[in-house]
């Protein structure tokens, strides 16, 4: 480290968002949460939405809550975006990726293109909630005609802060609207499926200094704010502390993503059918990855259970017989909201598993169909790539998890590291203190601060479980489809 900074990081979740302050410099770097917020979306008229008024209130909290700082950097969830008119005025609150809105789009979408055509293009797995399935489904409604640009989250809440439009590429390549041969906007896609170009502002890359704050905005000091790898995956993958190629990501919250990373994308028709997408990471990387449902399952169940004890119940799921019952986790059935318990219990009885008879049974049908859907998508991550792997870092929410972590590495028959558990707001810092010279060199460099300052654990496989997992990975959702495939 070269200099001493604070630089905060303003990180939006699917269910909360939070400013944390990173403090770096001596060879050291802290981390303090400045300031959390709920992200509750809101439902009107049928239409499942953001509350993105809500959320920028909870930033500007935060980001005063945080004091003076040099610089502010913006990440959340991918896919999801803000219209606005000519006059640079929001349209309406954004629709929120779980809205069913766009059911049977995608079926529409490849009839006309071709799945071939879009994969070749944008290299992105098919998932019902991509940008580009959204936007043909709000074709012809008023906001969409009238709107001016299109600001994907984090773009958006850049723009509150300082005035400027522009689009940063790795959330940008989530949207299956992106070219990642000519890296740049898919603008003979958008023409063929009727999405206006002109939508889409100019694109700039991680480390790019977007400008100084509105000073309107009465926030502490004159910070810029600096693009950071703007989807919370990208800014994961930064923030995983691994040493070499050989590795593979599991970045475990809400969704597991889980994948390796590449210097170039695998757009081969055995990538397409399984379901494998292509994202840019920074300096130059492409995340090949594939969405697993991830703790979602749980989080949903909790939230039917009301005042369940999360603790309690995962000492008591550690306990039930192993691998009794699993599901697919992938399933589309599972990705509303609703009843969750409901829902796994009907899935059991579908596929003729045993349905869970408590909800510690259901926590550990949760994480073992989770640890099974890592398992497959680390393997076949390999196959498809070429890139072997021989430890898996599992960081994010997740890493909490020390039963989910130890069924992964079973599962996987591969170490598993878990930690950092903020690696998306480290991520995030590392991006900025590097644009300010706080931390020189390349991705590998950033890579061994993490490895310096953050408590990370080890798991290693339990080899006498090997086979009863082999033996549960042909039961549910072997195929390896992916979500929505």
Same mark, same amino acid.
Request: aromatic share 6%; with cysteine.
């Given at each position: 480290?070269?200099?001493?900074?604070?630089?905060?990081?303003?990180?939006?979740?699917?269910?909360?968002?939070?400013?944390? #302050?990173?403090?770096?410099?001596?060879?050291?770097?802290?981390?303090?949460?400045?300031?959390? =917020?709920?992200?509750?979306?809101?439902?009107?008229?049928? +239409?499942?939405? &953001?509350?993105?008024?809500?959320?920028?209130?909870? @930033?500007?909290?935060?980001?005063?809550?945080?004091? %003076?700082?040099?610089?502010?950097?913006?990440?959340?969830?991918?896919?999801?975006?803000?219209?606005?008119?000519?006059?640079?005025?929001?349209?309406?609150?954004?629709?929120?990726?779980?809205?069913?809105?766009?059911?049977? @789009?995608?079926?529409?979408?490849?009839?006309?293109?071709?799945?071939?055509?879009?994969?070749?293009? $944008?290299?992105?797995?098919?998932?019902? =909630?991509?940008?580009?399935?959204?936007?043909?489904?709000?074709?012809?409604?008023?906001?969409?005609?009238?709107?001016?640009?299109?600001?994907?989250?984090?773009?958006?809440?850049?723009?509150?802060?300082?005035?400027?439009?522009?689009?940063?590429?790795?959330?940008?390549?989530?949207?299956?609207?992106?070219?990642?041969?000519?890296?740049? &906007?898919?603008?003979?896609?958008?023409?063929?499926?009727?999405? %206006?170009?002109?939508?889409?502002?100019?694109?700039?890359?991680?480390?790019?200094?977007?400008?100084?704050?509105?000073?309107?905005?009465?926030?502490?000091? +004159?910070?810029?704010?600096?693009?950071?790898?703007?989807?919370?995956?990208?800014?994961?993958?930064?923030?995983?502390?691994? $040493?070499?190629?050989?590795?593979?990501?599991?970045?475990?919250? +809400?969704?597991?993503?889980?994948?390796?990373?590449?210097?170039?994308?695998?757009?081969?028709?055995?990538?397409?059918?399984?379901?494998?997408?292509?994202?840019?990471?920074?300096?130059?990387?492409?995340?090949?990855?594939?969405?697993?449902?991830?703790?979602?399952?749980?989080?949903?169940?909790?939230? +039917?259970?009301?005042?369940?004890?999360?603790?309690?119940?995962?000492?008591?799921?550690?306990?039930? %017989?192993?691998?009794?019952?699993?599901?697919?986790?992938?399933?589309?059935? =599972?990705?509303?909201?609703?009843?969750?318990?409901?829902?796994?219990?009907?899935?059991?009885? /579908?596929?003729?598993?045993?349905?869970?008879?408590?909800?510690?049974?259901?926590?550990?049908?949760?994480?073992?169909?989770?640890?099974?859907?890592?398992?497959? #998508?680390?393997?076949?991550?390999?196959?498809?790539?070429?890139?072997?792997?021989?430890?898996?870092?599992?960081?994010?929410?997740?890493?909490?998890?020390?039963?989910?972590? /130890?069924?992964?590495?079973?599962?996987?028959?591969?170490?598993? @590291?878990?930690?950092?558990?903020?690696?998306?707001?480290?991520?995030?810092?590392?991006? /900025?203190?590097?644009?300010?010279?706080?931390?020189?060199?390349?991705?590998?460099?950033?890579?061994?601060?993490?490895?310096?300052?953050?408590?990370?654990?080890?798991?290693?496989?339990?080899?006498?479980?090997?086979?009863?997992?082999?033996?549960?990975?042909?039961?549910?959702?072997?195929?390896?489809?992916?979500?929505?495939?």
């Amino acid at each position: 480290m070269s200099a001493v900074v604070d630089v905060a990081a303003v990180d939006l979740g699917a269910s909360s968002g939070r400013v944390i #302050v990173g403090h770096l410099g001596a060879g050291r770097m802290t981390l303090t949460e400045a300031y959390r =917020f709920p992200n509750v979306p809101v439902r009107v008229g049928g +239409t499942l939405h &953001w509350d993105i008024l809500g959320l920028w209130r909870g @930033v500007l909290d935060g980001l005063r809550a945080a004091g %003076p700082v040099a610089s502010i950097g913006v990440d959340s969830w991918a896919v999801d975006y803000g219209l606005l008119d000519a006059a640079g005025a929001l349209l309406g609150n954004p629709v929120h990726y779980r809205d069913a809105r766009t059911e049977g @789009v995608a079926e529409r979408v490849a009839g006309r293109v071709g799945e071939e055509r879009l994969y070749a293009t $944008t290299g992105l797995q098919r998932l019902p =909630f991509n940008t580009l399935y959204q936007l043909v489904a709000a074709a012809g409604t008023p906001q969409l005609d009238t709107a001016d640009r299109l600001l994907l989250i984090p773009d958006l809440i850049t723009y509150w802060l300082t005035g400027r439009l522009g689009a940063e590429l790795t959330n940008a390549s989530t949207t299956q609207l992106y070219d990642l041969s000519r890296r740049a &906007w898919a603008t003979d896609l958008m023409a063929e499926v009727g999405i %206006p170009a002109t939508l889409f502002p100019p694109l700039h890359a991680p480390g790019v200094r977007i400008g100084p704050v509105r000073p309107d905005l009465e926030l502490p000091g +004159t910070p810029q704010v600096v693009a950071v790898a703007s989807h919370d995956t990208a800014s994961a993958v930064v923030g995983v502390p691994a $040493t070499g190629e050989r590795f593979a990501y599991l970045s475990c919250g +809400t969704w597991s993503l889980a994948g390796v990373e590449l210097d170039t994308p695998v757009l081969t028709e055995a990538s397409r059918r399984a379901n494998f997408t292509n994202e840019v990471g920074i300096d130059g990387t492409i995340r090949y990855l594939r969405n697993v449902m991830g703790l979602w399952l749980l989080q949903e169940s909790l939230r +039917t259970w009301g005042t369940a004890d999360l603790p309690d119940l995962l000492r008591r799921a550690a306990d039930e %017989p192993a691998l009794r019952s699993v599901v697919d986790p992938d399933d589309p059935v =599972f990705l509303p909201p609703g009843d969750m318990p409901g829902r796994i219990a009907e899935a059991c009885r /579908q596929t003729g598993e045993p349905v869970p008879d408590s909800r510690a049974a259901t926590v550990r049908c949760v994480l073992d169909s989770l640890a099974l859907a890592h398992r497959r #998508v680390v393997r076949q991550a390999q196959e498809l790539s070429g890139r072997q792997v021989d430890t898996v870092h599992l960081v994010g929410g997740g890493a909490r998890n020390e039963l989910l972590c /130890q069924l992964t590495a079973d599962a996987c028959g591969l170490p598993v @590291v878990a930690g950092p558990v903020e690696a998306t707001a480290l991520g995030n810092i590392l991006v /900025q203190a590097r644009a300010a010279g706080a931390v020189r060199g390349d991705l590998p460099a950033l890579r061994a601060l993490l490895r310096e300052t953050q408590h990370l654990v080890r798991y290693d496989p339990r080899r006498d479980r090997a086979a009863a997992w082999a033996a549960a990975d042909g039961r549910v959702g072997g195929s390896g489809r992916g979500t929505a495939a």
